[in-house]
DNA sequence: ATCTGTAATGTAATCGATTACATTTTCAGT
DNA sequence: ACTGAAAATGTAATCGATTACATTACAGAT
């Protein structure tokens, strides 16, 4: 293997100079720079990065923690992300966890030892006190997840009032039992979905009713289950709110399923404009975030973090867009290729 | 930062035996090698990784480039291979490339560079010859995907066999005129699958014709748009094997959407038995591919490619099996639950 | 008690790039 | 031509674990 010496020897300078020109290449004169450039060329030199990475204690490398990568919302962030870290020579570690807490945790370990320079967390199970403390030691940004109490740099849309939308566009439609199919309590966004529900249902003066709030975790398993839960009801809905698109599939199949028709027997509003809900049949009415440009900022937000751990830990929050398919039936319906 | 000086001298040893305490416990008295553990855990000593990577110049990391990792046939797969390899303390790095060729010459470099120990590819796409030189230079395994001429370790199905299979399924239906869409033809495994299918219509006697056959790129959209082709034909298949599920899905709607009905007036099978393929309405009859123990071998195979660069390049072939929903227009029917 | 061979442990070189600090070169200003 | 400051380059220490080789400890044989 060439190393930074056959370099510098071939080129007659210090292998201090070499490494200059390769990182600062403005450092050193435009001769020396050219000689050096010569002579790698000629060497056909690649540095050592393993040896870079122990000097420096760097290693261009991030972790994404991704609760489900088949899930396509995930994957367009994560494309998000490395869009922007390869542009500034950062590879992106992905560390799937099947939401599983217990595998997070084993991820931290990487920032820990070191492995990796930075953290984007794309799920907000983590214990609070935990990501305080990592917050401080590490450079950490959440995307589409987010906490309240801890400062934090994150990117996310507004929950409350996409779901609010989300919920009025049912309303509009001339529906007064309308369910929800909520994601795991233990995560604020799942609680601002049902936030945005409910604060919906107060405005056009629909009475709660606590019957018709069931909570799923964001599976199609338990958005299955809840909406056969709901169809035995005394009074069923006639139109659900699922806090993401994955259980709004599972309600409508479960529908199906009981004979039900949708939308004409049931109305069915997901979250998240995943890529099956155009495919599905009634295509879904959902609530699409701009995943790939989260990714993007998410990245960006990070990046500043590496170069100054002081920068702001400040919140943006980008805009959603409501989604109207044939699941809700809506007169206005797109087609599903 | 604790480092192995400071955990040496709390244990009055050399840093060579807490070296060797953490590498070859064995060799050490375990008199010693208490005494050193106690000193590890007393100071909360975590070896520097970097470090370690550097003098040992390896990373214990892998590489897999997959294609699209939103597809769920190969974030299984990378499940299978996730979870051997964190057994064995190796860490996976995912390039997604999208499909794109260009991607996967860029985290090739990663080999170059020693970032990773090894390569587990999803794709056949690329170059014959850079590949045979990649498998002399590098641990390197194949999944799902495979090529001839060049021998590299290898775990797939016997996609010729599978392929007949789907076909023979279709004609045991009653269909004369089907049609395949097929991969792209570049890859051996859309070829395979092709040869399949042309194998099973000469076994029955069905007459081959050309314009059943379409190319597609295992996208919904080619599906969705050679379904369309294949319709206006003057005469029009009354079943389609196409070469994955998003394709089938693609095709399957292409034809709801003229007015005709799955599996009644076209059979549709797939390949792959996505998550989605059970969701979906018709339930998609495919091939299922043991997706996670495929990952589980792969990961195997390079873990001994690893350990002996010499190590025998044999091809494993696993099971598949066809899974008959809805869409072929069976008796036989599975619930979409 | 001495010798021998093996097991256990220690010493110190090593991996290769980076960088603090030292030295030399350059050049503007007189 | 000379001075001094700034720019360019060089020297050598450094990061921290690993490991080849050297030394010591120890058990068993005589």
Redesign the pocket.
């Given at each position: 293997?060439?190393?930074?010496?056959d370099v510098?020897r071939l080129a007659?300078?210090?292998?201090?100079?070499?490494?200059?020109v390769?990182?600062n290449p403005?450092?050193?004169?435009e001769?020396?720079?050219l000689k050096v450039l010569n002579s790698i060329e000629e060497l056909n030199?690649?540095?050592?990065v393993?040896?870079?990475h122990?000097?420096?204690?760097k290693t261009n490398t991030i972790l994404v923690i991704v609760p489900n990568i088949a899930n396509t919302i995930f994957s367009q962030i994560v494309r998000g992300i490395e869009a922007t870290a390869s542009e500034k020579n950062f590879r992106v570690l992905l560390g799937n966890t099947n939401r599983d807490v217990e595998k997070e945790y084993d991820f931290l370990n990487l920032l820990h030892q070191r492995q990796v320079d930075g953290l984007i967390l794309l799920s907000g199970k983590i214990d609070h006190d935990i990501l305080s403390e990592l917050k401080d030691k590490y450079p950490l940004v959440l995307a589409s997840e987010y906490v309240d109490d801890v400062e934090i740099a994150t990117v996310c849309i507004d929950n409350i009032k996409s779901s609010f939308e989300a919920t009025e566009h049912l309303i509009k439609q001339g529906h007064k039992r309308i369910g929800h199919i909520s994601g795991p309590m233990n995560s604020l966004l799942s609680f601002d979905r049902l936030s945005g529900y409910n604060q919906a249902l107060k405005e056009y003066h629909i009475d709660e009713s606590k019957d018709l709030i069931r909570e799923g975790d964001f599976s199609y398993e338990t958005g299955y289950q809840q909406m056969c839960e709901l169809l035995i009801l005394p009074e069923p809905p006639t139109a659900v709110f699922a806090a993401n698109d994955e259980m709004a599939m599972g309600a409508i199949n479960a529908s199906k399923k009981k004979g039900l028709s949708v939308p004409k027997d049931l109305a069915v509003v997901g979250f998240d404009n995943i890529r099956f809900s155009s495919i599905f049949d009634p295509g879904v009415t959902t609530i699409a975030q701009p995943a790939v440009e989260m990714g993007n900022i998410a990245m960006e937000l990070l990046l500043q973090k590496l170069d100054d751990p002081d920068f702001e830990n400040k919140r943006i929050t980008l805009k959603s867009e409501l989604i109207i398919r044939e699941s809700c039936g809506s007169n206005i319906v797109e087609t599903s290729q």
């Amino acid at each position: 293997m060439v190393k930074m010496v056959d370099v510098a020897r071939l080129a007659n300078v210090s292998t201090a100079t070499v490494s200059r020109v390769l990182r600062n290449p403005e450092s050193v004169k435009e001769h020396t720079r050219l000689k050096v450039l010569n002579s790698i060329e000629e060497l056909n030199y690649q540095p050592n990065v393993l040896a870079r990475h122990f000097r420096r204690n760097k290693t261009n490398t991030i972790l994404v923690i991704v609760p489900n990568i088949a899930n396509t919302i995930f994957s367009q962030i994560v494309r998000g992300i490395e869009a922007t870290a390869s542009e500034k020579n950062f590879r992106v570690l992905l560390g799937n966890t099947n939401r599983d807490v217990e595998k997070e945790y084993d991820f931290l370990n990487l920032l820990h030892q070191r492995q990796v320079d930075g953290l984007i967390l794309l799920s907000g199970k983590i214990d609070h006190d935990i990501l305080s403390e990592l917050k401080d030691k590490y450079p950490l940004v959440l995307a589409s997840e987010y906490v309240d109490d801890v400062e934090i740099a994150t990117v996310c849309i507004d929950n409350i009032k996409s779901s609010f939308e989300a919920t009025e566009h049912l309303i509009k439609q001339g529906h007064k039992r309308i369910g929800h199919i909520s994601g795991p309590m233990n995560s604020l966004l799942s609680f601002d979905r049902l936030s945005g529900y409910n604060q919906a249902l107060k405005e056009y003066h629909i009475d709660e009713s606590k019957d018709l709030i069931r909570e799923g975790d964001f599976s199609y398993e338990t958005g299955y289950q809840q909406m056969c839960e709901l169809l035995i009801l005394p009074e069923p809905p006639t139109a659900v709110f699922a806090a993401n698109d994955e259980m709004a599939m599972g309600a409508i199949n479960a529908s199906k399923k009981k004979g039900l028709s949708v939308p004409k027997d049931l109305a069915v509003v997901g979250f998240d404009n995943i890529r099956f809900s155009s495919i599905f049949d009634p295509g879904v009415t959902t609530i699409a975030q701009p995943a790939v440009e989260m990714g993007n900022i998410a990245m960006e937000l990070l990046l500043q973090k590496l170069d100054d751990p002081d920068f702001e830990n400040k919140r943006i929050t980008l805009k959603s867009e409501l989604i109207i398919r044939e699941s809700c039936g809506s007169n206005i319906v797109e087609t599903s290729q």
